[in-house]
Nanobody
Framework: VQLQASGGGLVQAGGSLRLYCRASGNIYSLSVMGWYRQAPGKQRELVASIRRDGVTNYRDSVKGRFTIFRDIAKATVDLQMNSLKPEDTGVYYC?????????WGQGTLVTVSS
């Protein structure tokens, strides 16, 4: 499985960005897809995930601001980010799980200026 992410950039606080991720390869085995982020000097953390049945999971700090979308047929997972805050700054990674294996995209940088 390969993951290709895009959509990061620089935005002012209060603005919006949408991240895009497309999986290729053995996409029919993918169970959970999601987005993680890593801020400078911090550990990578889960932002949002979505199962094949559509059940979503968000970290508390993004609830009500971020929405995750998944298209199983197209093997895509997008993250709509609204009301961005400076603390949302970081490198965002697309992820996917197949069986016991986790796959990662290359990361896309999101910078939110105050």
């Amino acid at each position: 499985v390969q993951l290709q992410a895009s959509g990061g950039g620089l935005v002012q606080a209060g603005g919006s960005l949408r991240l895009y991720c497309r999986a290729s390869g053995n996409i029919y085995s993918l169970s959970v897809m999601g987005w993680y982020r890593q801020a400078p000097g911090k550990q990578r953390e889960l932002v949002a995930s979505i199962r094949r049945d559509g059940v979503t999971n968000y970290r508390d700090s993004v609830k009500g601001r971020f929405t995750i979308f998944r298209d199983i047929a197209k093997a895509t997972v997008d993250l709509q980010m609204n009301s961005l805050k400076p603390e949302d700054t970081g490198v965002y990674y697309c992820s996917a799980r197949s069986g016991a294996s986790d796959y990662w995209g290359q990361g896309t940088l999101v910078t939110v200026s105050s």
